[in-house]
């Protein structure tokens, strides 16, 4: 993340204070991440953001500092003044590790509040006064409920991967907490994917936001051995088995669409006897957190997950990733297959077609720009695979000259 072309601005020049700068330069980041050099400058003005990015792009420290800038120095008459939501503990964790890091010379005090623990840590914590809370919004409301955690004081509030604190079906939760909220304060919001439910949050709660298109580094594709099986979908179970029957297969994600057809696909297999375990928005967090440990330590074989629940999760030695079902965006592809062929190690993605399918698959092609080698079944005549001269024809060419990936100018504050 370091090597940034060098005539990208300096955090001082984004207008990062010296105690913040000092703490980000003993953790060796001496350039902003495109991000951060984005809306860093916004959030010191006040301005709300949308951000559409994923963890990993430096996120974290493009809406700390501005907040711990912003706070300046401790003030708790009014109880915490900042307030961040995130849909799991680990990246609750994550972040407020983040704030504690960059605040370092700072004399700002956070709170850390999630589920699955005894709250008597937490509450003692915010009865001890804090001016920063991060909290999964479950255990934040019941604390609220108790009379715990008045929230009349916040001027900044963070909804962090709110696509999937939407899938995880918090969106409720999420609601009550923000009516708890006074009215005038500056709001950001950070999603990978911008689906209708979070386009209706960011309306409801943002004023007049600025909006951020962060899109990942593609992974180097090349080096992923990559193919599809046109198959009807009545079958793809029956293949799916096959495919299982051999053994150099030891570690596989399974991608769906639906959390239903996660969990009809991995008791499938585990019916056929191949351990598998299902991971989604649906599951609690144990039992998200117990089927990622056992395929991590290859208990599971198979890993069968949706997109979003799948994000994050950084398995070393994956050997294949297979698509039960194509994504609907093609971009959602390029991230799937990045599971395998991580550290160097070459990788294997299978996909299964099927009819309904067809035109997902030349978006992802027209995307990748080179066809998928076709490995079982036949290629649709009629269904042309994408040379590199179609890109920009498909559907996926006109989604990435649509508007709102560059942000909607009518959204943009004035
Ligand atoms: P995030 O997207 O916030 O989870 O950040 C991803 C990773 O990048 C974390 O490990 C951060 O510590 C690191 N990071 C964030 N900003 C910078 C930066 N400007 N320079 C170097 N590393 C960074």
Redesign the pocket.
Same mark, same amino acid.
């Given at each position: 993340?370091?090597n940034h072309p060098s005539n990208h601005p300096s955090f001082s020049q984004l207008g990062v204070a010296e105690p913040l700068c000092r703490a980000?330069a003993a @953790?060796?980041?001496? @350039?902003? =991440?495109p991000i +951060?050099a984005r809306a860093i400058p916004l959030l010191l003005d006040g301005r709300d953001i949308v951000g559409v990015a994923q =963890? $990993? =792009?430096?996120? =974290?420290?493009a809406f700390a500092l501005p907040i711990l800038q912003l706070l300046g120095t401790p003030d708790r008459r009014n109880g915490p003044r900042a307030l961040v939501l995130a849909p799991t503990r680990e990246l609750a964790i +994550?972040i407020a590790d $983040?704030f504690k890091a960059y605040g370092a010379n700072t004399k700002l005090r956070l709170a850390v509040i999630f589920g699955g623990v005894s709250q008597r840590g937490q509450v003692d914590r915010l009865r001890r006064g804090v001016d920063i809370i991060v909290a999964t919004p479950g255990r934040l409301l019941d604390l609220m409920n108790q009379g715990h955690a008045a929230l009349g004081g916040i001027q900044h509030l963070v909804l962090d991967e709110a696509d999937r604190m939407l899938d995880m079906g918090f969106i409720r939760d999420v609601r009550k907490i923000i009516a708890a909220l006074p009215h005038d304060r500056q709001a950001l919001l950070f999603s990978a994917t911008m689906p209708a439910a979070v386009e209706r949050l960011t309306a409801d709660i943002l004023h007049r936001p600025t909006r951020i298109d962060i899109v990942p580094k593609a992974v180097a594709v090349e080096s992923i051995r990559q193919s599809v099986h046109f198959v009807d979908a009545k079958a793809k179970l029956g293949l799916l088995r096959d495919l299982m029957a051999d053994q150099r297969l030891s570690r596989v994600i399974v991608f769906t669409r639906t959390k239903h057809r996660a969990n009809r696909v991995a008791d499938n297999l585990v019916k056929a006897g191949i351990a598998a375990e299902a991971i989604h928005g649906n599951k609690s967090q144990g039992a998200r957190q117990r089927a990622l440990e056992s395929f991590r330590q290859g208990r599971a074989r198979v890993l069968v997950a949706t997109d979003i629940a799948a994000r994050g999760i950084d398995v070393v030695g994956v050997t294949h990733v297979i698509n039960f079902e194509l994504p609907n965006e093609p971009e959602s592809y390029v991230h799937r297959i990045g599971r395998t062929a991580r550290a160097g190690a070459s990788g294997v993605a299978l996909s299964f077609c099927d009819a309904s399918e067809y035109a997902f698959l030349r978006d992802i092609e027209a995307l990748i720009r080179m066809p998928i080698t076709v490995d079982g079944g036949e290629r649709p005549s009629g269904v042309v695979s994408a040379k590199p001269a179609q890109r920009g024809r498909g559907r996926a060419g006109r989604q990435r000259n649509r508007p709102r990936r560059g942000g909607r100018p009518a959204r943009r504050a004035a």
């Open positions: 993340m370091s980000l @953790r060796n980041y001496h @350039r902003p =991440t +951060q =963890t $990993g =792009t430096g996120k =974290t420290a +994550q $983040g």
